[in-house]
């Protein structure tokens, strides 16, 4: 089956990636939820609702950056394909 064939039945899910081989993101991502339990230890529960509505913001934001920045590799990747067909490279 071809990549595209693959991205049709859902065999390909473009916002997933592989983390598992990255000790560095594992650690950061510990190290986020060591601080946020040691932060929340430490607030009241009307600072816990606002400290929950503004992560819930920023998490819906790292979302629609996430997209856009796909979108936006995926159209750069179409262009740089587009030259490669043309025969642009190389050839002026």
């Known amino acids: 089956m071809n990549i595209l064939e693959e991205f049709w039945y859902g065999n390909l899910e473009?916002?997933?990636?592989?983390?598992?081989s990255s000790q560095e993101y594992k650690e950061l991502l510990q190290l986020i939820s060591r601080n946020e339990e040691k932060l929340?230890?430490?607030m009241t529960e009307e600072q816990k609702e606002l400290f929950f509505r503004y992560t819930d913001c920023v998490r819906e934001f790292q979302t629609m950056a996430e997209c856009l920045?796909?979108?936006?590799?995926?159209?750069?990747?179409?262009?740089?394909?587009?030259?490669?067909m043309r025969g642009g490279i190389g050839s002026e």
Do not use: K
Request: aromatic content about 12%; proline content about 4%.
């Open 14 to 20: 473009p916002a997933e990636y592989d983390t598992s």
């Open 69 to 84: 920045l796909f979108q936006n590799s995926f159209r750069l990747g179409g262009r740089m394909m587009l030259e490669v």
């Open 40 to 42: 929340l230890e430490t």
